[in-house]
């Protein structure tokens, strides 16, 4: 076997560990995370049920511990900047389950930081669209306990999203859209898990220049259903509208529902906001940062289609950031549009203002 087709079985492995992985936690049943020479059990405790979590204490004689992420960490007023984990011996599913992600919960009265393979657990959950709160034990001189569970090695977390690069073409096909003089949709497949992501090409871009371009994360609520709390829905057929009128483009549009935490996880949030919480903080309550969306998949179906540069239709500087950091030559940028109402002004004031997204606030002060 050549070095080349090894590093290529090796991401292959690496990219099936994960995905393993993955469907375990999503199942509620325990992985283990090794370094060769510890083994930590990990459980998603936002999948778990009350029994197995038992079950999971009794393993581990009650050495398990919860993993709070920075964010909630710091909802709760817990002084440290950092991961923390606290310790969970005599403490109930539900009790965790409170001080995992419910509000005017108290500060845990013991706690330590987080070692860095504790801490990357999260990254499992971020891949399993679950929230991140992650019951851990180092069962090193126990692992037999585990020895029907997942396994998979810590080193291979660092080379997920370099799996997600690979896409390949499904099909393309011209869908008559409303208002847009032509349209097709190039279905692409790949990544972790297989997931179709599409592209949208309106007109016909010329490729050889730069290509207007717009990145839109999935929104059910807004696109489908016309939420208020949300502008997604016109900024997905305003992007569209922009893209014809500029002579040709092409839509993007990725399955990173909720800025990449998934659809529970944002209805969650979505309560917490009707609390009286914005947007980021009502995503820190769970354990989540304000965005946890990647851009690897954007990049690939971009090369697949022959774009190399791109006028990215936009008002968040890290969709330019994440094109960049792939390759991409981002060469203006121009702004999207939605209506602002009584319901959504909260949201868009958030994501100019604590998000860094470039928006005319003066136009949200005079719509009020």
């Known amino acids: 076997m050549t070095e080349t087709s090894q590093s290529v079985f090796a991401k292959a492995s690496s990219a099936i560990e994960i995905e393993r992985a993955v469907s375990e936690l999503r199942y509620g049943r325990p992985v283990l995370m090794s ?30 511990a919860l993993l709070l992420t920075a964010p909630r960490a710091s909802r709760l007023g817990v002084p440290h900047h950092g991961d923390v984990l606290v310790p969970l011996a005599g403490t109930s599913f539900e009790q965790a389950s409170r001080l995992s992600y419910s509000l005017g919960v108290e500060a845990p009265r013991s706690w330590q930081p987080a070692d860095p393979m504790a801490a990357n657990s999260q990254e499992l959950a971020r891949l399993a669209l679950l929230l991140p709160a992650m019951v851990i034990a180092d069962v090193t001189d126990r692992a037999e306990r585990f020895s029907a569970c997942t396994c998979i090695a810590h080193a291979a977390l660092k080379g997920a999203d370099e799996a997600r690069q690979r896409f390949e073409q499904v099909v393309r096909t011209r869908v008559p859209l409303e208002d847009i003089s032509r349209a097709e949709f190039v279905v692409f497949r790949g990544g972790l898990a297989q997931k179709d992501q599409v592209a949208i090409v309106v007109g016909s871009p010329d490729v050889s220049g730069p290509v207007p371009v717009r990145i839109h994360s999935s929104c059910l609520t807004g696109d489908l259903c016309g939420s208020l709390k949300c502008d997604c829905g016109d900024q997905l057929r305003n992007g569209l509208k922009a893209l014809d009128a500029a ?30 919480l914005d947007t980021i903080d009502a995503d820190a309550e769970l354990g989540l940062s304000e965005d946890h969306r990647r851009y ?24 330019i950031a994440g094109l960049r950091l792939g390759g991409i030559v981002v060469e ?37």
Do not use: W
């Open 35 to 64: 370094d060769g020479a510890r083994r930590l059990a990990v459980l998603a405790l936002d999948c778990v049920s009350p029994s197995v979590y038992e079950q999971f204490a009794q393993a581990t004689s009650d050495t398990h």
């Open 247 to 276: 002579g040709g483009g092409v839509l993007l549009y990725l399955d990173q529902e909720g800025r990449g935490t998934g659809i529970g996880a944002k209805m969650r949030a979505y309560g917490y906001q009707h609390l009286g």
């Open 296 to 319: 690897e998949a954007a990049v690939a179906m971009l090369r697949d289609l022959g774009i190399a540069r791109v006028e990215l239709h936009t008002n968040n500087p890290t969709k």
């Open 332 to 368: 203006g940028r121009s702004p999207v549009t939605g209506r602002v109402t009584p319901e959504n002004q909260n949201y868009l004031r958030t994501k100019t203002i604590r998000g860094g997204h470039i928006m005319d606030l003066d136009t949200l002060v005079a719509a009020e």
